[in-house]
């Protein structure tokens, strides 16, 4: 590395030219800086700031027509007539229960998935688990949606499965029936994250240090004790992180995942706020009511983020910053 | 040594089977969605082919590739990806180095940084952005696409950190040497960054291929969709009514084959690029996420 002898060699030289350096503005010229930073600061004003600026029209009756400067003054209309909405509660009930059961099965098997994994000390065979298994994370819910939409149709491959190994005698209706709806989002959305969600997970595990079980093992514990008294307590600080940070995420269901899945046979049990919000907000020309929604979810999920670091700030000492 | 032990060993068989079912698992969909691709219509539509093609011809590819609203899709979905990902990429390049230098050489670098933060957590939403890209007459073109969601914040945070670790003796030296901030950023903290540099590649070209719901919203003329959105609307809605195709046409696209094959197109650019990036990734995202 010609550069970092070159670097030691300038340190003596830098350490004696530091005042002049400082004179000739170099370190003081920052100019450059600002202008790497414009382009950021222009997009995001753009398309972040303004739009924010556009949230008042949850208290107007926005019409596309008048524009926001000259649309009725509402006040909170739109946030009664969304809790007096008669399936807003059902929909409410869907995200949270969705939502829920992905938070707590996005913790769990990752985290044993991980264990698992750590057992395993032959290289390649990890390797090549772990790029299998990262791999659904990267592909749409457009071209999963497909797959699945196929896969689980009353002919499809998992029925025809179920019925000739099985010996089950009805095809079950996966994306037709509310229940069996809900098992699949949940169950499709481990299947899609899990792996990935292993990356912070060994990690930590690579992090933990050796000479505990160096000592469990003069201890003479077994595999077991040594995974349940070092690995485990080892790890609980970033369980509890990740836990903690997903409660942002409660009214989250996955916009992408159930828009690419459902049909008006499971609205009552697969209806979320977002797919909700698409079809009578967006597609209906509810504009106002939307964003009132919208605003609505934000809410929640900033009040449950900040309780979130709080909680693991508390628990774990975790800071972001 | 607990290796030894008979237990761990039973063990150890029972789980190196389970990695592989679940490894298998992972995959399994997208090799049944090629075995139709690659097999005859009569018995795909049928429902005899499991993991292997029965009566393998390419027929559905050929159709496929005919289409010419499927292939005018893929080359706006590639213009799109290369677009958003070159502007993403050069931005939080930029800025990432920019936040990676301290606020005592950098007054203004925790303004910044809180005016960043602040977007990862509040944003207006669906319905106000839209308004925001009627206005600037940005519907039914490309920049609806790329430009909204091109600062990546989170990923610019990664890149700071990253470049946080990179040794300060390195740009001191060629500061000493004369270069500036955009020579020492290009020449020596770049070429350093690479991992991480390709951990954002894949994430971003990922996502901007991958997008679709976008250009639901912002392009009203199903010709000017981008592949993900088109075989959204075709196959997942099963909405022709955009597209009036003629008969013949209808019957090409609704075959379950063709279906497949269309699928499978769709996935392959990611398929392709994972592998070679994937290996970065884990280092990409564990490096930056570290903190001194």
């Given amino acids: 590395m010609g550069t970092t002898t070159k670097a030691i060699a300038g340190n003596e030289v830098l350490r004696q030219e530091t005042d002049k350096s400082k004179s000739r503005g170099f370190l003081k010229r920052t100019w450059p800086l600002h202008i790497m930073l414009l382009p950021a600061v222009i997009l995001q004003f753009i398309f972040v700031y303004v739009p924010l600026g556009g949230l008042v029209i949850a208290f107007q009756d926005y019409k596309p027509y008048d524009g926001i400067f000259h649309s009725k003054w509402v006040g909170l209309e739109h946030f009664k007539f969304m809790f007096d909405y008669p399936d807003i509660k059902q929909v409410i009930t869907n995200t949270a229960l969705i939502a829920g059961l992905k938070i707590i099965c996005g913790i769990i098997v990752p985290f044993v998935f991980a264990l698992l994994l750590n057992e395993v000390n032959f290289n390649p065979f990890k390797r090549t688990v772990q790029t299998l298994v990262y791999l659904p994370y990267f592909i749409s819910w457009v071209f999963l949606g497909g797959i699945l939409n196929d896969m689980l149709a009353s002919d499809g491959i998992i029925n025809t499965v179920l019925h000739n190994w099985f010996g089950v005698k009805e095809s079950i209706l996966f994306l037709g029936d509310g229940n069996w709806f809900r098992f699949v989002v949940v169950l499709s959305d481990v299947w899609q994250q899990f792996g990935y969600g292993t990356i912070v997970y060994l990690a930590a595990l690579a992090g933990v240090n050796p000479s505990l079980y160096e000592a469990a093992e003069v201890d003479g514990a077994t595999r077991w004790k040594q995974t349940w008294h070092v690995t485990i307590p080892s790890l609980l600080p970033i369980v509890i992180v990740v836990g903690t940070l997903a409660l942002g995420n409660i009214l989250n269901a996955g916009f992408d995942q159930i828009f690419n899945l459902y049909n008006p046979l499971v609205y009552s049990k697969g209806d979320i706020i977002d797919t909700f919000v698409y079809r009578t907000g967006i597609l209906n020309g509810q504009y106002s009511l939307a964003t009132a929604v919208g605003i609505f979810k934000s809410l929640i999920g900033f009040v449950l983020i900040i309780v979130g670091y709080k909680l693991a700030q508390k628990y774990a000492d975790y800071k972001i910053f | ?292």
């Fill in chain 2, 1 to 292: 040594m607990y290796q030894k032990t008979f237990g761990y060993r039973v063990f150890s068989v029972f789980n190196y089977l389970i990695l592989a079912l679940a490894g298998l698992l992972c995959i399994i969909p997208i090799i049944h969605i090629l075995a139709i691709s690659f097999s005859a219509s009569a018995p795909a539509n049928a429902h005899l082919v499991g993991m292997w093609p029965v009566d393998f011809n390419t027929e559905s590819y050929t159709k496929t590739m005919n289409n010419p609203n499927f292939l005018r899709a893929f080359w706006i979905s590639i213009g799109r990806t290369a677009l958003g990902a070159s502007i993403t990429l050069a931005v939080i390049t930029l800025g990432g180095y920019a936040l990676s230098k301290d606020t005592t050489v950098f007054k203004a670098r925790s303004r910044y940084a809180w005016y960043f933060v602040f977007t990862m957590w509040f944003s207006g939403g669906i319905v106000p952005l839209y308004i925001v890209i009627r206005n600037l007459h940005m519907m039914n073109t490309i920049w609806a696409l790329v430009l909204p969601g091109s600062v990546a914040v989170f990923n610019m945070i990664l890149l700071m950190n990253f470049f946080r670790a990179t040794p300060k003796e390195l740009e001191e030296a060629a500061f000493i040497d004369g270069a500036g901030h955009f020579s020492i950023l290009f020449r020596v903290y770049l070429p350093l960054a690479m991992p991480a540099i390709a951990t954002m590649s894949l994430f971003t070209i990922v996502g901007n291929w991958n997008a679709w719901f976008d250009a639901l919203l912002y392009i009203n003329d199903y010709r000017n969709y981008p592949l993900a959105t088109f075989l959204q609307t075709i196959i997942v809605q099963q909405d022709f009514s955009k597209l009036n195709p003629d008969v013949n046409e209808l019957k090409n696209i609704s075959q379950r084959t063709v279906k497949a094959a269309q699928i499978f197109i769709g996935m392959l650019p990611v398929l392709v690029v994972y592998p070679f990036l994937q290996r970065f990734f884990v280092k990409g995202i564990v490096l930056g996420a570290v903190k001194e």
